[in-house]
């Protein structure tokens, strides 16, 4: 991970900022949430406030790929992810919704984190000049592209053109019931990136949210995306490099499974993809390692 993070003005508390409401963000959240509702990670924190931002309303249409059912019928589409999230959230986990689109920065609360999730080059300027660690999610059809504040500015700007809203999925693709997945895979990446971001500002430095690139259901990845030349580290970053087995070896055989080596070692592994040996480690260690 490049951005370099900072600890914001609540010490433990994070604001997490999700713009768009739809295909892509309500199913986002919908897993989120759940998962950070309980365990270690909320636990480590004073609270975690999630703002989703969207004026629309949800319609029967959105009900065939949306995660809404006919009773949402005419709500703020940001109010039904509300209600239907209550029981997971309280004191610590707050999902706050706002009924409005974003245009300018006044228009949202500053985040640590903003997903941008809507088809909207407004939303997605505001959000690339937050100065805000940020991910860029967008999909048609069965493929999806993410790309975050670590990839070359200039391609940010040229994927970013002025033009018309358009629904994740083809035209007519919803009255011929030719229903296609990619706004799944968005999401997915999405939660998982909101996670193990968060992870990481905590401390949990073996966390490593996931990386900028295109892929689709029927080719799988299709690229990974250009970095920016300058790369900050954050802070408390684990530098990659692989060491000899038996230097591995002899820390975990004295439990010293926190050592900077052991992270260094799994931090390499995970450079170079492999994922095999990680969790080959991960076995030994009795412990869950991220990747």
């Given at each position: 991970m490049q951005e370099q993070y900072h600890a914001n003005d609540f010490g433990n508390d994070y604001e997490i900022t999700v713009i768009g409401a739809g295909g892509i963000g309500g199913h986002l959240l919908s897993v989120l949430v759940p998962a950070l509702h309980r365990g270690e990670l909320l636990e480590s924190t004073q609270q975690i406030t999630?703002?989703?931002?969207?004026?629309?309303?949800?319609?029967?249409?959105?009900?065939?790929?949306?995660?809404?059912?006919?009773?949402?019928?005419?709500?703020?589409?940001?109010?039904?992810?509300?209600?239907?999230?209550?029981?997971?959230?309280?004191?610590?986990?707050?999902?706050?919704?706002?009924?409005?689109?974003?245009?300018?920065?006044?228009?949202?609360?500053?985040?640590?984190?903003?997903?941008?999730?809507?088809?909207?080059?407004?939303?997605?300027?505001?959000?690339?000049?937050?100065?805000?660690?940020?991910?860029?999610?967008?999909?048609?059809?069965?493929?999806?592209?993410?790309?975050?504040?670590?990839?070359?500015?200039?391609?940010?700007?040229?994927?970013?053109?002025?033009?018309?809203?358009?629904?994740?999925?083809?035209?007519?693709?919803?009255?011929?019931?030719?229903?296609?997945?990619?706004?799944?895979?968005?999401?997915?990446?999405?939660?998982?990136?909101?996670?193990?971001?968060?992870?990481?500002?905590?401390?949990?430095?073996?966390?490593?949210?996931p990386y900028p690139q295109t892929a689709n259901i029927t080719f799988g990845t299709l690229s990974r995306l250009p970095e920016a030349e300058e790369k900050l580290e954050p802070q408390g970053c684990v530098k990659p490099e692989i060491h000899t087995s038996n230097l591995i070896d002899s820390y975990i055989d004295t439990g010293d499974y926190d050592s900077g080596v052991v992270r260094e070692h799994i931090a390499g592994l995970a450079k170079n993809r492999r994922w095999q040996d990680i969790w080959k480690i991960g076995d030994r260690l009795l412990r869950e390692v991220s990747v």
């Open positions: 999630i703002r989703v931002y969207d004026s629309d309303r949800v319609s029967e249409e959105n009900l065939a790929h949306q995660r809404f059912d006919y009773d949402d019928v005419g709500m703020h589409k940001v109010t039904a992810i509300e209600r239907s999230l209550c029981q997971f959230t309280g004191d610590r986990l707050r999902l706050v919704a706002c009924p409005w689109d974003v245009r300018d920065a006044s228009d949202m609360t500053p985040a640590d984190l903003i997903v941008v999730a809507v088809d909207s080059a407004e939303a997605r300027r505001v959000t690339h000049f937050s100065g805000t660690t940020f991910l860029d999610l967008r999909c048609l059809g069965d493929g999806y592209i993410a790309f975050d504040s670590s990839v070359d500015p200039d391609f940010v700007d040229g994927m970013t053109p002025d033009q018309p809203a358009r629904s994740c999925q083809h035209e007519d693709a919803i009255s011929s019931g030719n229903i296609e997945f990619g706004f799944l895979l968005a999401a997915a990446h999405g939660a998982q990136w909101i996670l193990q971001s968060l992870r990481w500002m905590i401390g949990q430095t073996l966390a490593l949210p």
